[in-house]
């Protein structure tokens, strides 16, 4: 998967990036470098990165609101890295769009591992099945097959990770699915604890697909998971 990707890293610390691109470069990635926000959103549309690795702390611009800038320009897989450790700081970076959130000090396995995960979400190689590739929920329509979703013709824009959860939420829609299925299935073996990313994300979907007083798309039922309504 290495072949071919380009990872942006948005970082200040020159051993912290040495260490990353050193590490990358051997194993086949391409990377980019910024230390600050502004050549980080040139570097996005000018390089067209695969990942981008974002430190939270970084001179001249909050780094929560470099990751909103950088989602709102681009469906790239974001990995927070930060020193920060807080669940506040981790639900909103979530919130501001990142994919995942990883902290200081990591290992290069555990960074690997997270960009793998990403990548399977946000640059999918394999074809989707040929069979119940439409999905219509109401007035929304999944098209499994071109990754798309509309509600009455309109498309609605969502990132890859949205749409990994929207997915498994309509493969088995009607079926209660548990946090812990949830996010073996949309982020990847060794998240099943991570149950912030799954509320955060639900509630990213809601936002976008459920109508002010029309009856709600996905159920929640506490403390066990989520259901996408039948029909």
């Known amino acids: 998967m290495a072949e071919n990707t380009r990872v942006l890293i948005v970082e200040d610390d020159p051993n912290i990036v040495d260490l990353i691109r050193s590490n990358l470069t051997v194993r086949g990635f391409d990377t980019l ?15 067209e990165p695969d990942v981008v690795l974002l430190d939270l702390m970084l001179p001249e611009i909050d780094g929560m609101e470099l990751c909103r800038a950088m989602r709102e320009r681009s469906s790239v897989g ?45 640059r999918p190689v394999a074809a989707e099945p040929a069979a119940d590739t439409m999905i219509t929920i ?22 890859p990770t949205e749409f990994a959860l929207l997915r498994e939420l309509a493969a088995d829609r009607g079926k209660l699915l548990s946090h812990a299925d949830l996010l073996r299935r949309v982020w990847g073996a060794g998240y099943q604890t991570e149950t912030e990313y799954v509320r955060v994300y639900v509630r990213r979907l809601r936002a976008k697909l459920e ?16 259901r996408l309504v039948d029909g």
């Open 78 to 122: 974001i990995i927070v890295v930060s020193a920060r450790r807080g669940e506040r700081d981790k639900v909103s970076a979530l919130n501001m769009g990142a994919d995942d959130y990883m902290t200081k000090p990591f290992s290069i396995e555990e960074l690997l591992a997270r960009i793998t995960a990403t990548l399977r979400r946000t």
């Open 138 to 159: 109401g007035d929304i329509v999944l098209d499994l097959a071109r990754r798309r979703v509309t509600r009455n013709g309109d498309d609605i824009h969502l990132t």
């Open 211 to 226: 109508v002010d007083g029309a009856p709600p798309l996905i159920i929640n039922q506490p403390r066990a998971g989520y």
């Open 33 to 47: 470098v910024s230390a600050d926000g502004i050549r980080a959103l040139s570097l996005l549309e000018s390089g």
